[in-house]
């Protein structure tokens, strides 16, 4: 496993951006697929975006499609949520998650890695 930190949450108004960051312990970073995944007060936690270890694939939810981004960057052993365009709904407590293995998966049960959250709170 990894231990994973997260930074760069905050308070933005609607269509404002934020670039969520995810430092990874350990040498082998891109032998791990990280995902993005958030949680509103009252609701599940769900799927925002992955990305392969080699950041050749990624994958997001239909929510954030052409507003968030996920690039990584394996000599930092670091991996960032691009946010732009933020609305209302994107409230939510971000956690980032690892999964040993090359390929990302969308459900939060196959990472075993997580990060403590970091909020992001956008007003309308």
């Known amino acids: 496993q990894v231990q994973l930190v997260e930074s760069g949450g905050g308070l933005v108004q609607a269509g404002g951006s934020l670039r969520l960051s995810c430092a990874a312990s350990?040498?082998?970073?891109?032998?791990?697929?990280m995902g993005w995944f958030r949680q509103a007060p009252g609701k599940e936690r769900e799927f925002v975006a992955a990305?392969?270890?080699?950041?050749?694939?990624?994958g997001y939810a239909d929510s954030v499609k052409g507003r968030f981004t996920i690039p990584r960057d394996n000599a930092k052993n670091t991996v960032y949520l691009q946010m732009n365009s933020l609305k209302p709904e994107d409230t939510a407590v971000y956690y980032c998650a690892a999964r040993g293995g090359t390929n990302y998966y969308i459900r939060a049960d196959k990472y075993n890695s997580w990060g403590q959250g970091t909020q992001v709170t956008v007003s309308s």
């Open positions: 990305i392969s270890g080699s950041g050749r694939s990624t």
């Open positions: 350990g040498r082998t970073f891109s032998a791990y697929a």
